[in-house]
């Protein structure tokens, strides 16, 4: 079967996952708007919202592989940064382009960018490698204070006041942006329009995580030499900007596991994902990984009573100074 209906399948999923984020947020809003309001919540507090905490779940993850079990500040961040390192491990940074919310509105902004002046410009080679720095150096600068920090100063973190409501600060954000907060996130929509997914590429620490991890992952995308005909589409169509067609075996942190070099390719398999460069992941099977991997862990999380947080609302109240 050709492999050009896992990218509909994939837009699906994450239109699913915009969707089901933006129903978390909403219900969010409301659970801390009675908060704030005084008024007793009338719906519960989504753990998920504890996606949004990458850096809660990367210190409380250090803090629990140190001894210090999951925190019960926000448990479900460790719970789904562990989930998503594991899925990177399996799947490559499948996160970033089935999944991440980000990465699908980047990528439907690029696509318009396409659509309208039929080209992404791509940067300098230098220029690009200089920008691509910027994730590392922010993951190193984070990764760094995760693994160097003692537990107690982990922890004296984790159970700070600050940590407890970074939930709320983070709503806030955006439902009472500054005038910076908006200056910045226009100037990051319209470089989105122009240039392929440039947050995810330059700046977003959580990628170059997922990236390095992927390293590891014995799942990558395989061309074979004698079926190829050298058509170079699948360099084109890579939101990556990673040389496919000259590649054996795609092992690029860059690459998103995003399908759409094999979705695009004219020659039946002459590209496949593959899993230890042997066994072929079918689209389908590899979608239902994600989704498994990825709801599997939240499913684990909650079974074991790590995912409510601990903070009542009236914790949220006094912290906020209501
Ligand atoms: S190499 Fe293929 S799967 Fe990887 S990012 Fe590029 S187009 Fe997507
Ligand atoms: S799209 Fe397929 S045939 Fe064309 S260069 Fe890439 S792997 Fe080869």
Redesign the pocket.
Known sequence: MSDRYVQPLRTLLQICFVLFSLWVGFQFARYIGAVEAGAPPTVARPGGIEAFLPISGLFGTAAWLKGGGINPVHPAAVVIFVTIVVLALALRRAFCSWICPVGAISEWLWKLGFHRFRRNPALPRLLDVALRGIKYLLMAYFLFAAVTWSLDSLQGFLFSGYHAISDQKLLSLFLRPSGTTLAVLGVLLTLSVILRNPFCRYLCPYGALLGLAAWLSPTAVQ?DRE?????????QVCPARID??HARRVADPECLGCWR?IS????QS??SMRLFGRRVISGLLFALLVVGIFWGGSVIGKLNGRWQTMITPDDYRQLLGR
Do not use: I, K, Q
Not at 264 to 267: A, G, I, L, S, T
């Open positions: 061309r079926r190829c005909v050298s058509c170079g589409v699948c360099s496919v067609m070099c695009h390719c004219r020659v002459a590209l």
